[in-house]
């Protein structure tokens, strides 16, 4: 791939070196931490530093993330947001910046983007009130970590157990919901199944990418022409986010196996086929459909090389997952 320079936006870079309250972890993987300013919003920046484990490529991440928005912004008619971004920048320039993570933080390369606005109060309360265990409430309805709530919309998987007796753990950050609690909700699980198929047919056709590992979450909509409204959820749209594993797509063959197998290995966020309920199986129809129809629009009927492409590829991926996977390194 090759890396597109543009330039970064130095205004957010110098507000954010300027002020000098302490950053506040909003997250966390492998790659590394995810911070951002507390109730600055709705211009809050997410600071993501390469301070994970080993192998992981930040400038990756931000050379896709660029490329991602690149090519969206000549298209007009997406459904899915992806969050701005601000800059990245080389671990010894970032000693401006230094000061407002924790003492012991040592300088590291960064990437700065908008932050995706957590999901409000109203709905952190009504997700506890629903899934939260009864004898964790009040400490998670405490710990302000919880106010940095992104639902993580799980459409291929059902929960086993509906009770949450055996639950040890509970957090509102990156809370997975589950088709079964989606449809508790009262969301339109046809709708995001539709959404998430032209953000992944996006990546594949007109980014060329893999989608290898991206998350999608559900919050606040910054442009209200993305917007859904639930009474469970509020205004809220589909964003994705975390692209340091995605990889350039070739246009053939090989690339088909990388993209069926980067749809197999990431969370269960896409509807998935070869199950047995009748519900699921629709999920999946509705999905395939989709993903068809604006793969099939994003490559334009000109380019008869790659219009059969994506039928290939949803071929593979009925096909079920592959024993060796596409490692992220
Ligand atoms: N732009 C953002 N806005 C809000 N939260 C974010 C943003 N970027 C990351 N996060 C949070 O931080 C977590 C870790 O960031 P991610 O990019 O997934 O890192 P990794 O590559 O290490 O998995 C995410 O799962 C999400 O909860
Ligand atoms: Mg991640």
Not at 149 to 154: A, E, I, Q
Not at 240 to 264: K, S, T, Y
Request: with cysteine; glycine share 6%.
């Amino acid at each position: 791939m090759k890396h597109i320079i543009v330039t970064m936006n130095n205004a957010v870079y110098f507000e954010t070196t300027r002020v000098t309250s302490a950053l506040h972890r909003i997250g966390a993987g492998f790659c590394g931490t995810v911070w951002s300013d507390i109730d600055i919003m709705p211009e809050s920046v997410a600071i993501k530093r390469e301070d994970g484990g080993q192998g992981r490529s930040l400038q990756n991440d931000s050379a896709i993330h660029q490329q991602l928005l690149k090519v969206y912004g000549s298209k007009s008619t997406h459904l899915f947001a992806i969050p701005l971004w601000h800059g990245y920048i080389f671990t010894d320039d970032t000693k401006e910046l230094i000061h407002r993570f924790p003492q012991g933080y040592k300088p590291c390369n960064i990437l700065l983007t908008e932050r995706i606005p957590p999901l409000s109060e109203i709905v952190r309360r009504l997700l506890i009130d629903k899934y939260c265990p009864p004898a964790l409430v009040s400490s998670i309805a405490a710990d302000p970590n919880n106010h940095d709530c992104l639902v993580r919309p799980y459409l291929g998987k059902r929960r086993r157990h509906y009770t949450y007796s055996t639950f040890r753990v509970f957090s509102l950050r990156n809370f997975p919901l589950h088709l079964d609690q989606m449809q508790d909700l009262g969301l339109d699980i046809y709708e995001y199944a539709f959404r998430m198929a032209k953000a992944l047919a996006f990546m594949h056709w007109s980014a060329q990418v893999d989608a290898n590992d991206v998350e999608f979450v559900l919050a606040p909509a910054k442009d209200p022409a993305l917007s859904m409204y639930s009474p469970a959820l509020g205004d809220h749209c589909l964003w994705i986010l975390d692209f340091d594993c995605c990889r350039p797509m070739a246009m053939d063959n090989v690339g088909l196996e990388q993209a069926a197998r980067a749809f197999w290995r990431n969370d269960p966020f896409y509807p998935r086929p070869g199950k047995e309920s009748e519900k699921d199986i629709r999920l999946w129809t509705h999905f395939k459909h989709s993903y068809l129809e604006a793969s099939s629009n994003f490559i334009g009927p000109e380019d008869t090389r790659r219009q059969c492409l994506p039928d290939h590829l949803i071929n593979i991926i009925e096909a079920g997952p592959l024993n060796s996977g596409h490692r992220c390194t």
